[in-house]
């Protein structure tokens, strides 16, 4: 017996539908836990007070700060180091053993465990070169295990850009460069951001790698050299010891809601930046 | 009549493929020659030849000699970039870049080093109306290249590299996916603008060879079979081939 074409349509296009709505439930689901449990103790003081007693009470505010200094600067140092390299490797060399072998190192990088990256800083950033516990090492530790993800999601940007575009730039006159600069970044700027974007979430959320190398101090980091707590390692503590399950809820809810809204501002910015492209 | 671009003896292979097949043809200063064959005939790797977009394939061996106003472009001492300025290309496909209209047209001016908004905004006018467009978009320079209709695009592809101020200007099949109206548009453009141009107009369109040409050519095979006056080829072809290929025989 055959079963009607339209009939199997059907039955696809509805396990389809359940497969996308599962996916996102749990995210919903992820998320609502959070909330629920740490709205209620989310006010302008946890966010803008110093922590006190361990973060038993009071803010997480040197967290907030030691998130974003952390985030930020691993980008700035990661991103044009991974933009560069995966346009040498798009744009001026020819698929060869060499491209090959470096392309399988950056894959291998991704798929090191962030431990690794970890006791990796540890060793070099803060005893080899003596940087210590500090805000340096945890930013030179992070860049370094971004990098992949850069390199790869612009790589594939970077390659999905027509040829033809190209060549049209070439033949009215531009050099290579001219034409990486003006029409190719350009245009692969929104999956740039991507790799960017998933990035940003990488280094706001990793706990291992930056215990390791940024230390965990409450303190505000007022130098490349002190000592900070990320959001994620502090949620990480407080949770780990039990010193206080609603603080942690609370943090992690900051965590979360910063993260959305670093999104929605990149695509935002981005989207403006890029109508004069389109 | 002077002659503008001087091919000797020119043979061309990707690999073991020879394509051009020892071709020498002159083409004259301010007429428009069509080059006219069917595919796999030489004529659009002929003119990649002479805009050097050639560079980008890979695997191309190349020997003879291409020159313009006299000047050698194959050798090392020709530089790609300044070639490209003299030698406008309209490609078969209307490529935009994805940005406005004013800046699809500002591009090539801007890489030469032109920043004035006014001095920008002239060359953008002139072109477009050179090009037959001006009058359809001038109240919406800013709106995206990529709005425009398939005709409208191709129009502004010839009125970017009207910008560059070239000498020569190649259209490799520019009208093969226009309808007539659109079409009709670009061979009036052309028309106006050899006075002042060399254009070179590869066509698989017989028809419009023999409307808005000076000279044509056919190739056949890698070959150049005949070349002559475009009223020759057309009312007295010296070959059978050339022949059959305008009265449709084979093609």
């Not at chain 1, 951001?193 to 280094?203: D, H, Y």
């Not at chain 2, 548009?185 to 050899?194: F, R």
């Not at chain 2, 072809?237 to 050339?242: G, R, S």
């Amino acid at each position: 017996m055959r079963i009607n074409p339209r009939i199997i349509n059907k039955i696809v296009e509805m396990g389809l539908n359940i497969q996308a709505f599962f996916t996102v439930g749990i995210l919903v689901v992820i998320v609502a836990i959070i909330f629920f449990k740490g709205f209620p103790y989310l006010n302008p003081e946890f966010i803008f007070a110093f922590p006190d007693d361990m973060g038993r009470h009071g803010g997480i505010f040197p967290s907030i700060v030691g998130t974003i200094q952390l985030a930020l600067l691993s980008i700035v140092f990661a991103t044009p180091l991974g933009v560069g390299t995966a346009i040498f490797l798009t744009e001026y060399t020819r698929e060869s053993t060499f491209t090959k072998l470096i392309r399988f190192g950056v894959e291998s990088l991704a798929g090191i465990p962030s431990i690794l990256y970890g006791l990796f800083g540890f060793i070099f950033f803060v005893i080899k070169l003596k940087m210590g516990w500090s805000l340096l090492a945890g930013v030179l530790t992070m860049t370094i295990m971004i990098l992949p993800t850069i390199i790869r999601t612009s790589e594939e940007a970077i390659r999905s850009v027509p040829r033809q575009l190209r060549i049209v730039s070439y033949s009215l006159s531009a050099t290579k460069w001219e034409t990486i600069k003006k029409v190719v970044i350009p245009a692969a700027a929104p999956g740039i951001l991507t790799g960017i974007m998933l990035s940003v979430g990488r280094a706001v959320g990793e706990t291992a790698a930056v215990i390791f190398t940024m230390g965990s101090s409450l303190r505000l980091p007022l130098s490349l050299m002190d000592s900070g707590r990320t959001m994620a390692v502090h949620f990480y503590i407080l949770a780990r010891e039990g010193i206080s399950m609603e603080k942690a809820y609370a943090t992690a809810l900051v965590l979360v809601l910063s993260i959305l809204s670093i999104n929605v501002l990149a695509y935002y910015v981005m989207h403006k930046a890029m109508s004069k492209y389109s | 009549m002077n002659t503008k671009i001087a091919i000797e003896r020119l043979r061309l292979s990707f690999g073991k493929n020879e394509v051009i097949k020892n071709i020498s043809i002159n083409v004259y200063h301010n007429t428009i020659t069509g080059f006219m064959g069917p595919s796999g005939s030489g004529k659009s790797t002929l003119i990649s030849v002479i805009n050097k977009m050639i560079d980008f394939e890979d695997n191309v061996k190349i020997h003879g000699k291409v020159s313009i106003d006299g000047i050698d472009i194959l050798g090392n001492s020709s530089n790609p970039v300044s070639l490209r300025r003299r030698v406008g290309t309209v490609f078969a496909v209307p490529i935009p870049l994805p940005r406005s209209i004013f800046e699809n047209i500002a591009y090539g001016p801007r890489l030469k080093g032109i920043s004035g908004r006014r001095e920008l905004h002239n060359i953008v006018e002139d072109s477009l109306k050179k090009a037959f467009l001006w009058d359809e978009v001038k109240d919406r320079l800013n709106l995206s290249a990529l709005k425009l209709s398939g005709g409208q695009q191709q129009r502004l592809c010839l009125a970017r590299t009207l910008a560059l101020k070239p000498e020569i200007i190649l259209l490799d099949e520019p009208c093969s996916g226009l309808d007539p109206i659109s079409t009709a548009k670009i061979e009036d453009a052309l028309n106006e603008l050899k006075s002042d141009y060399t254009i070179v107009l590869v066509s698989n369109n017989t028809k419009q060879i023999a409307r808005i040409t000076d000279f044509a050519a056919f190739f056949y095979m890698g070959e150049l079979i005949e070349y002559n006056t475009t009223d020759r080829v057309f009312t007295t072809p010296l070959e059978k081939q050339t022949e059959d290929y305008i009265q449709g025989k084979f093609g």
